[in-house]
């Protein structure tokens, strides 16, 4: 298993206006927000490697996106190596599957998924491997 695996990696903000949010970012916290495309922008709180993966040690970077009924509160994410073989052990850990894993590999992004944990809090896992 690699070293960078099974850490918060990657963190998702609900906004109800986009651009709102992503001006008070860069305001209050001086985070770069470039367009991401479909009308989310990325929340850059460190710098970033070509796919916008933190560099620096320790970093978290995420994106802010439209807030809708499956995407109410933020969420965190969680690199794994295999999205489907994690699933089945937060199952086996008494959580449950919110969204089964989705692939956006086509379009450059990772395989993703949510799940609840046992007090009901949504996480995400994904990973860049298929």
């Known amino acids: ?3 960078h695996v099974n850490k918060v990696a990657f963190f998702e903000l609900p906004a109800d206006d986009v651009e709102r949010a992503s ?3 860069k305001k209050a916290f001086d985070w770069d927000t470039p367009e991401q495309g479909g009308g989310n922008v990325w929340a850059f709180t460190a710098p970033t490697d070509e796919k916008g993966n933190p560099i620096e ?3 978290i970077n995420g994106d802010i996106r439209q807030r809708d009924k499956g995407f109410d509160r933020p969420l965190i ?3 794994v190596e ?4 994690q699933l089945k ?3 086996n850990s008494g959580g449950k599957v919110i969204h089964p894993a989705q692939d956006e590999s086509q379009f450059g992004g990772p395989v993703w998924a949510v799940f609840s944990d046992t007090e009901g809090n949504h996480v995400g896992v994904y990973s860049f491997e298929s």
């Open 1 to 3: 298993m690699s070293k």
């Open 57 to 59: 040690t320790g970093a």
């Open 77 to 79: 994410m969680i690199l």
């Open 23 to 25: 001006t008070f970012y």
């Open 82 to 85: 295999d999205v489907e073989a």
């Open 89 to 91: 052990e937060v199952e």
